[in-house]
C-alpha cells in the first residue's frame, strides 16, 4: 500500500471536518524507547493519545507528556491540537506501594477493591483527585482532555456477591460519586470531559459484570444536564463483536454502539486487532515469512546456543575480576536455552513470541551487554563470546517467528477469503490488518481506533488505511457474520 505524507492525511481529515484522526495512538506497553514512533504519529496526522496512569506504571505518561512538550516548543503544533485521553482506577506498582503506605499510617483510601496480591482497584474521589494530579505532572500538561474511569466492572468482578445488599446498586452509586466528581475536576480546569472505559459495555446484558451504558447515561444526568460525560471506550474487533451485535441497551433493542451515537458520545475502540479468543490472544494480521532462515537447523542453533551459555558462565565465574553481586547478575540471565525449552508451548504465535523476546529477552541480553562492556577489555574472549550468543539468540527467535508466521498466515488465507466476500475488488489484496481497520473504521459511529502504534510501519498502516474511502457495507458484514 502506497503510504502517503502527512500534509496529505491531515488536509484531507480536515476536510472532513471530524475533531479525530480515525487511527489514535495507543500507548499500552509504549515508553520512552517509543517517543520516536508517537513524534512520527504526529507528523502523519495522529491527533488521539490514548494512555493511562498504570500504563508501565507511569512510564508511558511520561513519555507523552516530554513529546509533546518537545514538540509544542519547536512549534510543530498547539496544546489544543492534541487530544489527550488518560484513565484511573487501576493500583498497581508504585501506585500499590503507595497505598500500603497509607494504610500503614492508617490513612487508606476508601472503597478499594482487592483484585490480587498485586492489583487492586479504585474510583473513590480521593484515590481519582491524587490520581489526575500524578497524571498531569507526568504528562506535563495542565490539563487533560478526557479522563476515563479505568474497568470500573472489576468492583464486579471481585467483590463477592453477599458483601452488598445489591451489589449492582453499590457499583452504580459509586460511579455517581466518581461522576460528581470529575465533574468538580472540570470546573476546576483540571480536565475538560470524562467518561469510562470498559470491556463489560459489549456483554450480554444479564451476565453479572455488564455495564449498561443506559444506566450511565441516567446517571450523568443526574450530575446536570450540562454534565461533561462525552467518551466511552471499548474493545471491538473481527472476532469479538458484542459492542456491534449484542443488542443489549433500550430493552435488547439497541446495541451499545448504536445508543452510544445516540447519546452523541466520542467512542473510542481498542484492541482493533488483538482478539481474545478462550483466555488467548489472537493477532488479526499477516506476517512477513523470511523462507531465507535454514529452519533446519533450529537444533543445531538451540545446542550452540546451550553450549555458549555454558561457556559464558565459566568465563564470568572463573576469568573475570569482578562483584559477587554482578557476577550472579550475568550468571542469572545467561538461562535463556532453557527458558526456551521449558516454555516451548507458550509460543502460540509470532505476537505472544516477539512481546517475549522485547520485555523478557531483551533483559537478559542487556545484563550481560552492561555486563561485557565493563570487563570485556580484560578478556577477549567474553567480548567473542558474548556477540556470538547474542546473534545465536537472535537467530534463533528469527526462526521460530518465521514458523510461526507461517503457521498463522495459512490459517489466515479463509479468514481473507470471507472478508473478501464483503469488500470492495480494489481492497481485496489488502493485508488482513488492514481489512480489520478499515471494517471498524468505516462504523459511522466509532469515533477513532486506538491502535499500539509502537513501530513506525503500524503507524502507516493505520494511516493509509485511514486515507482510503470507507466500506458502506459495514453494518451488513457485522450482522451477517453475528
Known amino acids: 500500500m502506497r503510504v502517503t505524507g502527512f500534509s496529505e492525511h491531515y488536509n484531507g481529515f480536515l476536510m472532513q471536518k471530524k475533531k479525530f484522526f480515525p487511527?489514535?495512538?495507543?500507548?499500552?506497553?509504549?515508553?520512552?524507547?517509543?517517543?520516536?514512533?508517537?513524534?512520527?504519529?504526529?507528523?502523519?496526522?495522529?491527533?488521539?493519545?490514548?494512555?493511562?496512569?498504570?500504563?508501565?506504571?507511569?512510564?508511558?505518561?511520561?513519555?507523552?507528556?516530554s513529546v509533546l512538550k518537545k514538540e509544542i516548543e519547536e512549534g510543530k503544533f498547539k496544546r489544543e491540537d492534541v487530544f489527550i485521553v488518560s484513565k484511573g482506577g487501576y493500583i498497581q506498582g508504585t501506585?500499590?506501594?503507595?497505598?500500603?503506605?497509607?494504610?500503614?499510617?492508617?490513612?487508606?483510601?476508601?472503597?478499594?477493591?482487592?483484585?490480587?496480591?498485586?492489583?487492586?482497584?479504585?474510583?473513590?474521589?480521593?484515590?481519582?483527585?491524587?490520581?489526575?494530579?500524578?497524571?498531569?505532572q507526568r504528562l506535563q500538561t495542565s490539563y487533560i482532555d478526557y479522563?476515563?474511569?479505568h474497568n470500573p466492572e472489576y468492583f464486579l468482578l471481585y467483590t463477592p456477591v453477599d458483601y452488598f445488599k445489591d451489589l449492582k446498586a453499590e457499583y452504580y452509586r459509586r460511579i455517581k460519586v466518581a461522576f460528581e466528581f470529575l465533574e468538580s475536576e472540570v470546573a476546576a480546569g483540571r480536565i475538560k470531559n470524562y467518561g469510562i472505559s470498559s470491556n463489560t459495555f459489549v456483554i450480554s446484558e444479564g451476565e453479572d459484570s455488564f455495564t449498561s451504558l443506559e444506566k450511565i447515561c441516567e446517571i450523568s444526568e443526574q450530575t446536570g444536564k450540562d454534565n461533561h460525560f462525552a467518551m466511552i471506550q471499548f474493545p471491538l474487533n473481527l472476532n469479538e463483536k458484542g459492542?456491534?451485535?449484542?443488542?443489549?441497551?433500550?430493552?435488547?433493542t439497541s446495541s451499545v454502539l448504536k445508543y452510544a451515537a445516540k447519546k452523541g458520545l466520542e467512542v473510542l475502540i481498542n484492541r482493533p486487532l488483538n482478539s481474545i479468543l478462550k483466555g488467548q490472544i489472537e493477532r488479526l494480521a499477516d506476517f512477513p515469512v523470511e523462507k531465507s532462515l535454514d529452519?533446519?537447523?533450529?537444533?543445531?542453533?538451540?545446542?550452540?546456543?546451550?553450549?555458549?551459555?555454558?561457556?559464558?558462565?565459566?568465563?564470568?565465574?572463573?576469568?573475570?575480576?569482578?562483584?559477587?553481586?554482578?557476577?550472579?547478575?550475568?550468571?542469572?540471565?545467561?538461562?535463556?536455552?532453557?527458558?526456551?525449552?521449558?516454555?516451548?508451548?507458550?509460543?502460540?504465535?509470532?505476537?505472544?513470541?516477539?512481546?517475549?523476546?522485547?520485555?523478557?529477552?531483551?533483559?537478559?541480553?542487556?545484563?550481560?551487554?552492561?555486563?561485557?562492556?565493563?570487563?570485556?577489555?580484560?578478556?577477549?574472549?567474553?567480548?567473542?563470546?558474548?556477540?556470538?550468543y547474542t546473534s545465536s539468540v537472535r537467530k534463533m527467535f528469527e526462526i521460530m517467528a518465521s514458523i510461526l508466521a507461517g503457521?498463522?498466515?495459512?490459517?489466515?488465507?479463509?479468514?481473507?477469503?470471507?472478508?473478501?466476500?464483503?469488500?470492495?475488488?480494489?481492497?481485496?489484496?489488502?493485508?488482513?490488518?488492514?481489512?480489520?481497520?478499515?471494517?471498524?473504521?468505516?462504523?459511522?459511529?466509532?469515533s477513532c481506533v486506538l491502535l499500539g502504534m509502537r513501530k513506525e510501519e503500524y503507524v502507516n498502516e493505520a494511516a493509509d488505511v485511514a486515507a482510503l474511502d470507507k466500506v458502506k457495507i459495514t453494518d451488513e458484514f457485522w450482522f451477517l457474520e453475528r
Open 23 to 65: 487511527a489514535g495512538f495507543g500507548s499500552y506497553r509504549t515508553g520512552f524507547k517509543h517517543a520516536g514512533t508517537l513524534s512520527y504519529a504526529l507528523s502523519k496526522g495522529v491527533n488521539l493519545i490514548d494512555t493511562s496512569a498504570n500504563y508501565l506504571d507511569g512510564e508511558s505518561e511520561k513519555m507523552i507528556g
Open 95 to 136: 501506585n500499590l506501594i503507595n497505598e500500603d503506605r497509607k494504610r500503614k499510617d492508617g490513612n487508606p483510601y476508601q472503597e478499594v477493591v482487592f483484585c490480587g496480591s498485586a492489583l487492586r482497584h479504585c474510583i473513590n474521589p480521593q484515590f481519582l483527585k491524587d490520581q489526575i494530579s500524578e497524571s498531569l
Open 147 to 149: 479522563y476515563l474511569l
Open 243 to 252: 459492542g456491534v451485535v449484542n443488542l443489549n441497551q433500550e430493552k435488547g
Open 295 to 388: 529452519q533446519n537447523n533450529l537444533q543445531t542453533i538451540y545446542s550452540k546456543l546451550a553450549n555458549i551459555e555454558s561457556e559464558l558462565r565459566e568465563l564470568v565465574i572463573y576469568e573475570i575480576k569482578s562483584t559477587p553481586e554482578k557476577v550472579e547478575s550475568v550468571r542469572n540471565s545467561l538461562n535463556i536455552s532453557s527458558y526456551i525449552k521449558n516454555n516451548i508451548e507458550a509460543f502460540k504465535n509470532p505476537v505472544i513470541l516477539s512481546d517475549i523476546y522485547e520485555y523478557y529477552i531483551e533483559d537478559k541480553l542487556s545484563v550481560l551487554n552492561t555486563f561485557s562492556d565493563s570487563y570485556g577489555k580484560q578478556n577477549d574472549a567474553l567480548t567473542q563470546k558474548k556477540n556470538e
Open 407 to 446: 503457521e498463522e498466515n495459512k490459517k489466515n488465507e479463509k479468514i481473507h477469503e470471507k472478508l473478501s466476500g464483503y469488500l470492495p475488488a480494489k481492497y481485496r489484496n489488502l493485508s488482513l490488518s488492514a481489512k480489520s481497520l478499515l471494517l471498524i473504521m468505516g462504523l459511522k459511529e466509532v
